[in-house]
């Protein structure tokens, strides 16, 4: 099996058993035949082989990004512009995704990058109250909710035969906190290194977008 085959696998097994909070529900992008079709041929194209990867963590799913495309910090735009993988989903761009693929294009393109790197997510599912975004650390119910499965989403994905030297965290604040804490008790990593999260950037730092460009380059280098 190549690591696409693991990835595709694992993404339709997807699911959280444990009863949630009242009014969130899952966002899971695997439940759409189309959706499973584009990543079928994003990860065949960049994930088509058996050679490691370092793991990038974000948060959960959203929903105009990887919510829709099921594909982390890609939106419908990314996908067919700069994965060239034509798609019907509504082209609104996701700002967390720009940023991304600013920073993949500086290091030589998504070939590249994915071939070192595999973004995924601290819960590869994501969340949603009221038609909003929800994070999985929003709600201490929600975060003790899906624990064990986030535990056991990233115990599976480390399987497939990932660097647990190090792995980076998008977000330097309650995601990274609630990362290591997780990693002091099991152990997945040596190390876990913060960045700044895409959209706290593009939403608050957008004039120094080329500083942080460099910082994400110089650390994961």
Do not use: W
Not at 74 to 100: H, V, Y
Request: hydrophobic share 35%.
């Amino acid at each position: 099996m190549t690591l696409a085959d693991r990835i595709l696998s694992f993404n339709k097994s997807l699911k959280i058993t444990r009863k949630l909070p009242k009014s969130v529900e899952v966002l899971n992008p695997f439940n759409n035949p189309q959706t499973v079709a584009l990543c079928t041929q994003f990860y065949n194209k960049y994930y088509g082989d058996s050679s490691p990867r370092t793991m990038i963590l974000g948060i959960n799913p959203g929903r105009f990004g990887a919510g829709l495309t099921g594909i982390p910090f890609t939106d419908p735009i990314k996908l067919e512009e700069e994965c060239g993988i034509k798609n019907s989903l509504p082209k609104k761009a996701e700002l967390s995704a720009d940023f991304i693929y600013q920073m993949i294009n500086s290091m030589g393109g998504p070939k590249k990058f994915y071939n070192t790197f595999y973004i995924s997510s601290v819960s590869p599912l994501g969340f949603t109250k009221e038609g909003k975004n929800l994070n999985y650390y929003d709600l201490r119910e929600l975060q003790e909710s899906v624990f064990d499965f986030i535990v056991k989403s990233i115990d599976i994905q480390l399987k497939f035969g990932f660097n647990q030297e190090v792995c980076f965290c998008l977000g330097e604040g309650k995601n990274y906190k609630f990362l290591s804490r997780l990693n002091d008790e099991k152990e997945f990593f040596n190390k876990i290194v913060p960045l700044p999260h895409p959209r706290f950037i593009m939403q608050y730092r957008r004039k120094k977008v080329p500083e942080y460009i460099q910082l994400y380059a110089s650390q994961l280098k």
